[in-house]
């Protein structure tokens, strides 16, 4: 980190360096855990899990998978009572998930200033809505990328893909040249 014009600037970490903070955490994952006050990561099976989503108190579902196969998720299938996001995203180095990293982190930054509870899944809960959490709490919590892993590594295990991770990157080098990320 070094001092400019009064901000606090650091230096952008390489996909490489990413890549070994990501493997060095412990790779255990359960189907949903709270990575931050009120907002869950996870997998498929728990998005299916409708009475134990109720009993997390869940309000909010985002689904970094929707419209795939594996991942039922819809207005309907939550009902009336949780408020639900889909994106479409392909867990792909080349699909480009940046679009949807500013919608994402509103949803669920309107949920959780609102009381709510949010479970963020895609297939497995480590790539794709992983990437959607760390855009979250980067652009609402102005956390670098590498501050926003080691924050959730804390509570699940993740590994956004290479493509994502360089999404990530651009998002984390945009944040601080604008100033927001301190």
């Not at 299938?77 to 982190?105: E, I, M, R």
Request: glycine share 8%.
């Amino acid at each position: 980190m070094h001092e400019l014009k009064g901000r606090v600037k650091w230096e952008i970490p390489s996909l490489q360096d990413l890549e070994e903070v990501l493997h060095s955490a412990p790779s255990s994952c359960r189907h949903g855990d709270e990575v931050w006050p009120n907002l869950f990561l996870g997998d498929m099976f728990m998005s299916h899990d409708k009475f134990g989503l109720y009993q997390l108190g869940i309000t909010h579902v985002l689904n970094a998978s929707h419209g795939k196969l594996c991942c039922k998720g819809s207005d309907d299938f939550y009902g009336t009572t949780v408020k639900y996001y889909g994106v479409p995203a392909n867990d792909l180095p080349t699909f480009d998930l940046s679009p949807y990293f500013y919608p994402a982190a509103e949803f669920i930054h309107q949920a959780l200033t609102s009381g709510g509870r949010v479970f963020v899944h895609c297939a497995v809960g480590v790539s794709r809505s992983a990437a959607l959490v760390l855009a979250y709490l980067m652009i609402h919590h102005h956390l670098s990328l590498l501050s926003s892993i080691r924050c959730v590594q804390q509570k699940r295990w993740i590994f956004p893909n290479r493509g994502f991770l360089r999404q990530l990157i651009g998002l984390d080098q945009k944040l601080q040249d604008d100033g927001l990320n301190e």
